[in-house]
């Protein structure tokens, strides 16, 4: 009889011992998951030099801008103003004023927007979008994190072999003159 009480108490204790140990483990797990969560708030924080909240961001664009820029939206092909643009100057982001694309990158890729064979790389973020069911190389503004457009290898050859086909509605033109 005494022998199996010892025993009935040993296994309650080793079963406590399991318990706590879940236990400390389900506060390890909880405290780490806000750390992430907590680190990933952070993360989305900084890593803009600008950051506006979506009723800013609303009130300074106009709907299309909007729809592109903050909402990765594309315009419809061949309505954009600068796709047949080829005037000398900059090209900016239109949310922040960012210099993305200089005039001499653009070519006539005939695909309806904006095409440049590359940007000014520091100003420009590469991300992956899965919109289409497919990864696809998304363009951003890396000022702002404003969505520009897609980057595709059918670009000249002659150059990069690149084409950054871009939004208009995500750029202002800054004529040189
Ligand atoms: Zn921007």
């Not at 389900?26 to 890593?47: P, V």
């Not at 150059?159 to 040189?176: D, Y």
Request: one cysteine or more; proline letters at 2%; hydrophobic letters at 30%.
């Amino acid at each position: 009889m005494y022998h199996s009480t010892t025993s009935l108490v040993k296994l309650f204790l080793i079963k406590m011992k399991k318990y706590n140990l879940i236990y400390i483990l389900l506060i390890c797990i909880g405290c780490n998951s806000q750390n992430n969560n907590n680190s990933e708030t952070n993360q989305q924080r900084s890593k803009y030099k600008i950051n506006k909240s979506d009723i800013e961001w609303r009130k300074e664009l106009n709907s299309l801008q909007y729809y592109v820029l903050r909402q990765a939206g594309t315009e419809r092909a061949f309505t954009g103003k600068y796709d047949k643009n080829f005037s000398e100057g900059v090209y900016v982001c239109a949310a922040c004023q960012s210099p993305l694309y200089e005039s001499g990158y653009k070519y006539d890729s005939k695909s309806g927007w904006p095409s440049f064979d590359r940007g000014i790389t520091e100003n420009i973020e590469y991300d992956v979008d899965y919109k289409l069911g497919y990864a696809r190389s998304e363009l951003k503004c890396s000022s702002c994190g404003g969505h520009l457009g897609h980057l595709f290898n059918d670009g000249p050859k002659s150059t990069t072999g690149k084409r950054h086909c871009i939004n208009s509605a995500a750029l202002i033109f800054i004529s040189k003159k």
